[in-house]
């Protein structure tokens, strides 16, 4: 089956540190990638997204690469600031009759402080 | 847009006790889901419905009930809650355009709790 696995947190940065969240999957097929942010109190939304391999998904200065060969979708921020502090989420949707659902990772709670 | 609206905010219920979690949404989305949020496990797909009239079980349906009469509702049931249970339940939605790819948009969330 389909999993996902995302490095073991909680993770607590100074401010202007560089980030680096570790995500790495098991599919069939070619799945999309996905990072999802919490923060708290709210609901999920969508980070930053990659549909094929060596893809590059993009937003808010946060940044991930589909790779297929090593199966991983690192996120990576080059200056944290004290409102990123939240939980992020991979994931992954699989092709076929699987689509919209959604398979996570256990998320990584990131706490920045000034 | 209201985009995907859930309520209530917060529940506690007794073991045994059923009740109904409210998901709505206004952006005319076919694909409807449930997920529940549990510490160190992310979220876990309970069931989801691909349009009115038809729903489909995920990961963990076992003790859930849905239904999905319109577009815009997909409540969830809790037949006899259990302490198991407790969580915290989202909601999503997003368009189904066939093999596409898809953003799914989050309610803020319902915390339920069972003694």
């Known amino acids: 089956g389909n999993s996902v696995t995302q490095m073991e947190g909680p993770v607590t940065l100074s401010e202007e540190a560089f980030l680096t969240i570790n995500c790495t999957y098991t599919?069939?097929?070619?799945?999309?990638l996905f990072w999802y942010v919490q923060y708290p109190g709210e609901g999920l939304q969508l980070l930053l997204k990659?549909?094929?391999?060596?893809d590059k998904g993009s937003n808010k200065g946060f940044e991930a690469t589909y790779r297929k060969e090593t199966t991983s979708f690192h996120l990576e921020k080059g200056s944290v600031q004290v409102s990123d502090s939240a939980v992020y989420f991979c994931a992954l949707l699989a092709g076929g009759t699987s689509y919209g659902k959604l398979t996570f990772g256990q998320g990584t709670i990131l706490t920045v402080h000034p | 847009n209201a985009g995907v609206t859930q309520t209530p905010k917060f529940q506690v219920l007794k073991t045994g006790q059923s009740m109904t979690l409210q998901c709505a949404q206004d952006m005319n989305h076919e694909y409807m889901s449930w997920y529940r949020q549990d510490p160190g496990m992310g979220l876990r797909l309970i069931h989801y419905s691909v349009g009115a009239g038809i729903t489909d079980q995920g990961e963990v349906p076992n003790g859930y009930n849905v239904s999905r009469s319109t577009t815009e509702d997909f409540p969830l049931r809790l037949l006899s809650a259990a302490p198991s249970q407790t969580s915290v339940y989202f909601c999503?939605?997003?368009?189904?355009?066939?093999?596409?790819?898809?953003?799914?948009?989050f309610g803020p969330g319902t915390r339920l709790t069972v003694t």
């Open positions: 999503a939605s997003s368009l189904s355009t066939g093999t596409g790819l898809y953003e799914q948009y």
């Open positions: 599919a069939t097929g070619y799945p999309s």
């Open positions: 990659a549909t094929k391999a060596d």
